[in-house]
T-cell receptor
Framework: DTGVSQDPRHKITKRGQNVTFRCDPI?????LYWYRQTLGQGPEFLTY????????KSRLLSDRFSAERPKGSFSTLEIQRTEQGDSAMYLC?????????????FGEGSRLTVL | EDQVTQSPEALRLQEGESSSLNCSYT??????LFWYRQDPGKGPEFLFT???AGEEKEKERLKATLTKKESFLHITAPKPEDSATYLC????????????FGQGTRLTINP
């Protein structure tokens, strides 16, 4: 069990640029989640995959955000035309269908700073 | 809209001084309530799941309890290594995977 891996850990970009984050879940986990967390707040749900299918998507996720999980393994989260309000920690989590659905294993996150 | 409110926002205790953290929630059909611990710069770490009122779970110095409107995380004789932010989350509606988190309680245990 190597844990959930996220890359990059830190990203600084200028407003208007596109950024992409990668998440490698725990290998046997078929469920994958993206959350966003700002300073002093709890994580906020963005989207959920079961295998390669994106089954839930937050209304907060604007058209500038897109997530994929090709082949049901790693996932990417892309933010197009970044805005300063996108600055946050982007957390990926995975879970197994064998455990309770709220027992998530989180990665250490990708911190985005938009200048 | 499902909501979770945690109190207090921050709590400082002396080592060995027991206390409780509160998590109040409103949800359309509770599927589960979850407690997580988050250290600075890290992702949250799962602690407990509670499914129904009256249920209790324990792990070392932590005990979580659940009523129909709130949950408590009791910390008995805490140590400095218990310092962290404690997050409460709820999952609502059968079939939905989304967790709704509170803003967390930042706990500091002084030696």
């Amino acid at each position: 069990d190597t844990g959930v891996s996220q890359d990059p850990r830190h990203k600084i970009t200028k407003r208007g640029q596109n950024v992409t984050f990668r998440c490698d879940p725990i290998s046997e986990h078929n469920r994958l989640y993206w959350y966003r967390q700002t300073l002093g707040q709890g994580p906020e749900f963005l989207t959920y995959f079961q295998n390669e299918a994106q089954l839930e998507k937050s209304r907060l996720l604007s058209d500038r955000f897109s997530a994929e999980r090709p082949k049901g393994s790693f996932s990417t989260l892309e933010i197009q035309r970044t805005e300063q309000g996108d600055s946050a920690m982007y957390l990926c989590a995975s879970s197994s269908f064998l455990r309770g659905t709220g027992e998530l294993f989180f990665g250490e996150g990708s911190r985005l700073t938009v200048l | 809209e499902d909501q979770v409110t945690q109190s207090p926002e921050a709590l400082r205790l002396q080592e060995g001084e027991s206390s409780s953290l509160n998590c109040s929630y409103t949800v359309s059909g509770l599927r589960g309530l979850f407690w997580y611990r988050q250290d600075p710069g890290k992702g949250p770490e799962f602690l407990f799941t509670l499914y129904s009122a009256g249920e209790e779970k324990e792990k070392e110095r932590l005990k979580a309890t659940l009523t129909k409107k709130e949950s408590f995380l009791h910390i008995t004789a805490p140590k400095p290594e218990d310092s962290a932010t404690y997050l409460c989350a709820v999952q609502a509606r059968q079939g939905a995977q989304k967790l709704v988190f509170g803003q967390g309680t930042r706990l500091t245990i002084n030696p």
